[in-house]
């Protein structure tokens, strides 16, 4: 019984060094974690090139529309240390090899000023992105307001077209 008592002794002596370095590799693992995290969203996420392929079930779809390849591009970001004239070619080889019916563009196609890029201009943008081929065409989207907003107008507003790719 006296033997008991001392290991009790111990244990209690012991346990809240055992508790307190537990927390300490419990704080290193999440830093480690995070840091990776970290390093993976600036470093690896943002140079990746996925493509994803959906079918889609809409009801009421006409059957003439139905097996049609759509591809959507938004989010390009060229300017980003990541994105560049060189990458947006890659991106629109692939793109055109994947042999889409039609081609959207979602906006964000450029980001200047952004730490580690350098800019670029919308004109040989557009121009890589005209070499996107898709028999039923490409459309933009509206979200690249902010570049109207802020530079000159582009190579599609001086042909007569709004920043939607409408006719005026």
């Known amino acids: 019984m006296a033997s008991c ?20 590799r419990a704080l290193a693992l999440l830093l480690l974690a995070l840091l990776g995290l970290g390093i993976y969203a600036v470093a690896v996420e943002p140079s990746r090139l996925v493509v994803n392929q959906k079918e889609l079930a809409v009801p009421n779809w006409p059957a003439a529309l139905s097996g049609k390849k759509i591809a959507l591009l938004s989010d390009l970001h060229i300017g980003s240390p990541f ?3 060189a990458r947006l070619r890659e991106l629109v080889l692939r793109v055109n090899a994947e042999r889409p019916d039609l081609v959207l563009l979602g906006g964000d196609y450029l980001i200047n000023d952004v730490i580690g890029g350098k800019f670029v201009a919308i004109e040989p943008i557009a121009s890589e992105l005209g070499q996107l081929r898709a ?11 902010r570049l ?7 190579a599609c507003c001086a042909r007569g077209q709004s920043d939607h790719g409408a006719r005026r």
Do not use: K, M, T
């Open 5 to 24: 008592a001392g290991n009790s002794l111990i244990l209690r002596r012991v346990y809240p060094f055992v508790r307190h370095r537990s927390v300490g």
């Open 83 to 85: 994105w560049d004239l």
């Open 135 to 145: 028999p039923l065409g490409r459309s933009r989207g509206a979200r690249q307001s």
């Open 148 to 154: 109207v907003e802020r530079r000159p107008p582009h």
